[in-house]
């Protein structure tokens, strides 16, 4: 299985919250809180659970499919 043009972008915006990092430009947060996979403001974002159980799920396939 392999990810799709979107599940890899997500997979970066997960992961840059992750590092503290914060959101790239041009990435529709208001998506992501409405999925309940982070939660803060354009100050500060965290994951959710929600959120780590997918970035862990995201990178589980990445991994499977290198």
């Known amino acids: 299985m392999t990810l799709s043009n979107a599940d890899l972008m997500l997979m970066t915006y997960l992961d840059a919250v992750e ?3 914060g959101l790239p430009d041009g990435c529709d947060w208001r998506a992501l809180l409405a999925e309940e996979l982070l939660w803060g403001d354009k100050a500060h974002w965290a994951l959710t659970r929600q959120g780590r159980l ?3 799920d995201l990178r589980s396939v990445a ?3 290198a």
């Open 63 to 65: 991994s499977e499919s």
């Open 19 to 21: 590092r503290g990092q």
């Open 54 to 56: 997918r970035l862990t």
